[in-house]
C-alpha cells in the first residue's frame, strides 16, 4: 500500500491538507495529484475508508459508477489503490482543531496531538464530521460495548451461532437483520412501533424472513440487560403482553449517529445547519483557499453520494490548481490520451 505514515513530530509543509480520508477525501487525493498538487490526508479514525471502512465496511454499495456492486471495504482498497502513485502522505488517529490564515497567506493546522502543519489550500473532507452512534437509554450498556454491543458490524463472522439482537427500525436495522439471519443462531429485531422508516424493499424482505420463522420479530422496547465481564447474557424486553427475557449475547442498537460537527464549526466558516456552504464551480467555502467537498458540504441540490463527492473533488482540484500554481496554466486533458497524466499516474 502507498500509505506513507508520518509518525515524526514537527511541522509538514504541503501543498493541500485534506481533512478526513473518507472515499471523497481519497478521491482528491487523486484529483490533486493530476495537477500536481501533493496531499497530506489526516483522519481521526485510525484507517482510512471513513463511513465505508467504520459503519459498513461488508455491506455493498450499487450505485458507484460501472462498479455494478462493491462492499465499503472493497472501495476503500480500490480508492487506496488510485491514489498509489501520487505517494500521498497520511497521518491516521489525529483529530484536526486548529486552523487558520497565516501572515504568509498559508493555512496553519494543529491536531489534538500538537502536530503542526502549514498547507497552501485545504480541503475539508469531513463527513459527517466525528460522528458517533447514538446510545440506547439503558443503565451499564457502556461496560458491554465492544466487547458484545456494538453499533457497527466490523466482521460478520463475529456474529456467527450468536443469539443476536438487532433494535431499531432504520436502513441500519434492516440491512443487519437480513445480512445476519444467515449466519446467526437466532436474530430477533426489536422496535418500538410495527413501521419501519427503512427502504420498503427491505421491509418487505425482513416480514418473508419473519413469516419463515428465520427472524422474530419483537414490537417493545428494550428494559434491562444481564450479564457479566462485557458479555450479554440476557436482554429484558417490554411489550404490550408484559416484560419478556430473552437469552441474547450480541446486541447491535441503531439508533441512529449524533453529527457532530466538531473542530470544523470553530473555523470561521460560513455554514448552513452544521454543513459547509460552498458555491458549485469550486466547492470552496466562504474563505478562499478552503475547499469542503462530501458530505459536509451543502449547496442547492446537494445529495449525500459517494459519487456527487467526487465530482467535486475534480472541480475543486481545479480550482486548487490555480492557488498552489499560480503561474502555471492547467490545460484540460483525459487521461485515456495525455501522456503527461499516464506519466504522473506511473502508466507510461
Ligand atoms: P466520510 O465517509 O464521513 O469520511 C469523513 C472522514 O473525516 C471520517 O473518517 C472522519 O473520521 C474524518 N474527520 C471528520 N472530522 C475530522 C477532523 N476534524 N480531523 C480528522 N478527521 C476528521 N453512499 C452512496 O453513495 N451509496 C450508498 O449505497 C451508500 N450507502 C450507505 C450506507 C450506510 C449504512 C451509510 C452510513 C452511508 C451510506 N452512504 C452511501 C453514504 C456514504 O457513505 C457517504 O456519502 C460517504 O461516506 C461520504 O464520504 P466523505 O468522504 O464525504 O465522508
Partial sequence: MALDDMPEAGT????????????????????????DIKSLVIDILGKPGGQCSELYPEKPIYDIP?????????????????VKPFGAKFVF???????????????????????AVVAKVVVIAAGGGSFTPKRPPIEGIEAYEGKSVHYA?????????????IVGGGDSALDWTLNLAPLAKSLTL??????????????????????????????????????????????????????????????????GLTMKLGPVAHWGLNLNENLILVDTERFETSEKGIFAIGDIN??????????????EAALMAQAAHKIVHPDKKLLFQYTTSSSSLQKKLGVK
Fill in 12 to 35: 509538514i509543509e504541503i501543498d493541500a491538507l485534506v481533512i478526513g480520508a473518507g472515499p471523497v477525501g481519497l478521491f482528491a487525493v487523486f484529483e490533486l495529484g493530476l495537477v
Fill in 93 to 115: 488517529g489525529e483529530r484536526v482543531d486548529e486552523l487558520q490564515r497565516g501572515e504568509d497567506g498559508r493555512f496553519h493546522i494543529k491536531t489534538d496531538a500538537g502536530r
Fill in 298 to 311: 451543502w449547496y442547492p441540490g446537494k445529495l449525500k453520494l459517494i459519487l456527487s463527492g467526487f465530482h
Fill in 153 to 165: 458490524v466490523r466482521r460478520m463472522e463475529d456474529l456467527r451461532g450468536k443469539d443476536v439482537l
Fill in 66 to 82: 460501472a462498479l455494478p456492486t462493491v462492499t465499503g471495504q472493497e472501495l476503500t482498497d480500490r480508492l487506496l489503490e488510485q
Fill in 190 to 255: 426489536l422496535h418500538r412501533r410495527d413501521e419501519f422508516r427503512g427502504a420498503p424493499h427491505s421491509v418487505e424482505q425482513m416480514r418473508a424472513l419473519v413469516a419463515e420463522g428465520r427472524v422474530r420479530l419483537i414490537i417493545g422496547q428494550m428494559a434491562k440487560i444481564d450479564g457479566a465481564d462485557g458479555e450479554l447474557e440476557a436482554v429484558t424486553v417490554k411489550t404490550a403482553a408484559g416484560e419478556e427475557k430473552l437469552p441474547i449475547n450480541a446486541m447491535l442498537p441503531f439508533f
